[in-house]
């Protein structure tokens, strides 16, 4: 007699800030309702500092909707020209009525395009406390004058104990992974369960798992929220069309 087993659904873990994990998991289950989805943040995005004076710059140079959140109640010079990395990026920017130039989902994309648009300056770049990209000071070597301030933090959080009780039980997981920050965080609490699988954002994230082979890492095309989406959506796929094994007696 032959018995068929099926294959086991993954659990989708979404370890981003809160708000960005409700609205990737909100896109996910669109394309896929059954999906088994589990939220616990690793970082926790707060305000800092104070905010720059946007009147006193020819642009502002947006990477995250976190810094774009920032602004949600300054006074925003009229017409003033942003440019975005990312279409969320961009599009909370418009909604706060910033003149949007946007480019693909990486810094040096960002850059090239400030470039070809022939911006003076002077720029500011709003950014998180943890960042990466070096944006401000290649434009300025590069001849646009270029400042940045820190005006949020990115504060660690701890995993639920629920999220934390996966890392020990035997079913599979899928985890979209942002940020090298958030690969180094998520690593504290062990190796993830034998065919768990990691979506990395860049080869950067990817390399962070180097020490865990019995994973599959796959990275986006590209360093970006859509590639991100469409990596997840592809491989949960792919996880639950694995070929049911056979058992005979």
């Not at 004076?53 to 642009?59: P, R």
């Not at 022939?118 to 270029?146: E, N």
């Not at 590209?222 to 007696?249: C, H, S, W």
Request: charged fraction near 15%.
């Amino acid at each position: 007699m032959t018995n068929n087993i099926l294959p086991q659904r993954p659990t989708l873990l979404l370890t981003r800030p809160q708000k960005d994990a409700q609205a990737f998991a909100k896109e996910v289950l669109s394309h896929q309702p059954a999906a088994q989805i589990l939220i616990s943040p690793v970082l926790d995005i707060t305000p800092i500092g104070t905010l720059p004076d946007l009147s006193a710059y020819a642009a502002v140079l947006f990477t995250s909707r976190h810094a774009v959140a920032c602004f949600a109640h300054a006074p925003i010079p009229k017409k003033m020209t942003c440019f975005a990395v990312g279409e969320a990026t961009a599009e909370a920017a418009k909604k706060l009525g910033f003149f949007v130039i946007s480019s693909a989902g990486a810094a040096q994309d960002l850059i090239l395009l400030v470039q070809k648009t022939g911006a003076a300056g002077p720029l500011i770049h709003p950014h998180g406390q943890h960042s990466r990209g070096q944006i401000a000071a290649t434009l300025t070597k590069k001849g646009i004058p270029c400042t940045e301030c820190v005006i949020y933090d990115q504060i660690e959080t701890p995993l639920s104990l629920q999220a934390r009780a996966l890392f020990t039980q035997p079913q599979a997981l899928l985890v979209p992974v942002f940020s090298p920050r958030s690969a180094r965080l998520l690593q504290r609490y062990g190796p993830l369960p034998n065919g768990s699988e990691i979506i990395a954002i860049s080869q950067t994230v990817a390399a962070c798992f180097s020490t865990q082979p019995h994973i599959k890492t796959t990275v986006a095309t590209y360093p970006n929220r859509g590639a991100m989406l469409k990596a997840v959506l592809r491989r949960f796929q792919d996880m639950m069309l694995i070929e049911p094994k056979n058992k005979g007696t």
